[in-house]
């Protein structure tokens, strides 16, 4: 199955199963004559790493890898710096090809790397974690985390491709494979009341028979608002609900609490936030608990208000003296609400309780 995505260049995001198999065929279609440099983390190396190196090989397409320490303490700024001497190191040219092979952090750091290398080459996302199928392989947001927080540096880049195998979510661990549901039921919340309900009824594995169904109404969702605002001036802020409160909980606990973990209990947060303050035009997070609860996911934090909102105040979405916070008002409709930076305090308080 393939879905175009329509943004500054137009690409594909292709799904499927088994597709890591023919991976050095696609990339001789796509590049032609090229060097590949595969960017990955450990867990993901010995999984498919290695199979893929192997297999450019016997297809004698010249390749080269760079493996870095799983998980998000890896996003920063040395990291991609050892990346880049990397590429530099094994004479990766402007006709060559990175391939982003793992989940949100290397896909995100890989991406990073793709756009400034040599002011940007192409790369291949090839996501094997369910939220970054889902999510961060599609529509270019790159970005690496600061000391000050969560994805502070980062650029615009789309990928050449992104090949979806969704077997590759067989071998995620329970907890990580939540961190996509939680995304999951983002698009839900902000556009989608039969997907969301989807999360109500049973919770979702690798082997349920609708994931591929699942992973591309989610994508379709992501291909909507990437065609409509890019560059995340407007519209395309709404696929930060939960994220204000979320990225926040994350540099709290320094990245053990994981990206999708934080960004349900932000979720959870802004309904129950949204509710008191009658924002939500109908009983909201109640409902929304109970998707996250059946999916093992948490809805809220044990940070206090005063740690969350010192940090919540660097987000991106901060203007001026405003931010932009993405209210919930009934499950498959929210709303951008610019409010001023210190009221984010009252939302976290409200939500909390
Ligand atoms: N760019 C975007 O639009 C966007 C969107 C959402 C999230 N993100 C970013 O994505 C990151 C989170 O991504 P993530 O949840 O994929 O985390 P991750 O990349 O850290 O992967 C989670 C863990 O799963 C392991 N793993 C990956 N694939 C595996 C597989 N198939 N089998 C077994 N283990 C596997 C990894 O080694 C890692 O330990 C965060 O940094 C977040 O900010 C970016
Ligand atoms: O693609 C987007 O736009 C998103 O906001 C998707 C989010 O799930 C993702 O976590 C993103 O990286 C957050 O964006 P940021 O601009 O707040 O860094
Ligand atoms: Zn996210």
Request: aromatic content about 0%; hydrophobic content about 35%.
């Given at each position: 199955m393939k879905i175009p995505i329509d943004a500054s260049t137009k690409y594909n995001v292709v799904i499927g199963r088994n597709l890591l198999n023919n991976i050095s065929n696609r990339i001789k279609e796509l590049k032609g004559d090229c060097t590949v440099a595969i960017i990955t983390d450990d867990i993901v190396n010995s999984l498919y790493g290695e199979e893929i190196s192997k297999g450019l090989s016997n297809n004698k397409i010249r390749n080269h890898k760079f493996v870095f320490n799983n998980g998000e303490k890896s996003k920063n700024i040395n990291t991609l710096s050892e990346i880049l001497e990397f590429l530099a190191s094994n004479t990766i040219n402007r006709q060559d090809l990175i391939v982003a092979l793992g989940g949100g952090v290397v896909g995100d750091i890989a991406g990073f790397a793709a756009a400034i290398y040599l002011r940007g080459i192409d790369y291949l996302q090839i996501p094997t974690t369910f939220l970054a199928a889902i999510d961060s392989s599609v529509g270019g947001k790159t970005a690496i985390d600061l000391e000050a927080g969560k994805n502070l540096a980062g650029a615009f880049k789309q990928p050449i491709e992104v090949i979806c195998d969704v077997e590759t979510f067989k071998t995620l661990d329970e907890k990580i494979f939540a961190d996509g549901i939680a995304e999951a039921i983002k698009y839900g919340v902000l556009f989608d009341e039969e997907l969301f309900n989807r999360f109500l009824k049973d919770k979702l594995t690798a082997n349920s028979e609708d994931i591929m169904d699942i992973v591309k109404k989610c994508v379709e969702h992501k291909r909507d608002i990437v065609a409509n605002d890019e560059f995340d001036r407007?519209?395309?802020?709404?696929?930060n609900l939960g994220h204000t409160v979320g990225h926040a909980i994350e540099r709290c606990s320094d990245y053990e609490i994981t990206h999708g973990h934080a960004v349900a209990a932000g979720m959870g947060i802004i309904a129950r936030a949204s509710e008191k303050k009658n924002l939500a035009k109908e009983r909201i997070s109640e409902k929304i608990e109970k998707a996250l609860i059946k999916n093992n996911l948490p809805i809220n934090s044990e940070y206090s208000t005063e740690e969350l909102y010192e940090k919540a105040i660097k987000d991106k979405k901060v203007l001026g003296s405003n931010i932009n916070l993405i209210i919930p008002e009934r499950i498959g409709k929210c709303k951008l609400y610019n409010i001023k930076t210190e009221e984010i305090k009252e939302f976290i308080e409200l939500g909390k309780e």
């Open positions: 407007g519209k395309r802020q709404l696929l």
